[in-house]
C-alpha cells in the first residue's frame, strides 16, 4: 500500500514538473538547425539531331538561427527567432542553366504557437506567423554573363512541429507541415525587378530540427 502511494505521489510530482515547463511566465531560449540535399538527372534529346544530353544537379540549403519565447498562458508561447541560410547550386552546362548558383538570406519571423502535449512530456504544437527576409543571388553562366538580384520576401503562414521534452528544461522539436503565403519583390539591377506570390504546402520534406532551453519561476 505505501509503495503504491508513493509510486502515485511520484507520477504527480513529475507530471507537475514537466507541466512546468510550459507554464505561464516561464521562457525559451533554442537554437534551430535544417538541412536538405538533393541531387537530380536527366536526359534530353535534341528532336532534330537526336542528339542526347545528360544533365544532372545538385541543390543544398542551410539554415541556422537562434530563436525565444515567453509563455504568455498555459501552454501558448510568444516568440521570436532570427535566420541565416545558405542555398549552393550546381549544373551540368546546357548553356542556358547556371553553371553555380549561391544564395545568402538573412531573415526573421515572429510566431504564437499551441502547445498538444501527451503526459505533459511529448505532442505536438502549431500556430501561426509572419516573417521578413532579404535574399542575394548570384549565378554563374557559361555561355552569358553573370546574373545578380536581391529579393525581399514577406511571408506568413502556419506550422505543425513534433515535440518532445526528455528533460525537465530541454525540449527538442522537428517540422512535421508548413502551410505558407509568400509575397516577394526581386531587383534584378540593370536587368529590371520583378514582384509575385507564392502559396505553398510542404509534409516532412527536409531535416528541421530546434532544440530549446527552459528557464522560469515555475
Known sequence: MNKHFILIAALLLGSSILKAQTS?????????????????????????????TDNSSRIRIFNIGPSYSYFIADKLDLGANLFYSSTSLSNTSNGYDPVKQYN??????????????????????????VSYSIAKMNDTYVNSPNYMSTTNNYGAGVNLELVYFPSNQIGV???????GYNHYQTNNYNQGSANGDNLNFSFVNWLN???SYVFGDK
Open 24 to 52: 505561464q511566465g516561464n521562457q525559451t531560449i533554442g537554437f534551430n538547425f535544417s538541412f536538405n540535399h538533393n541531387n537530380y538527372n536527366s536526359v534530353a534529346i535534341n528532336p532534330f539531331d537526336k542528339s542526347v
Open 104 to 129: 545568402n538570406t538573412y531573415g526573421g519571423s515572429i510566431y504564437l504557437r499551441k502547445y498538444f502535449l501527451y503526459a505533459n512530456k511529448i505532442g505536438f504544437r502549431t500556430g501561426s506567423y
Open 173 to 179: 522539436s522537428a517540422m512535421v507541415a508548413n502551410l
Open 209 to 211: 530540427l530546434s532544440v
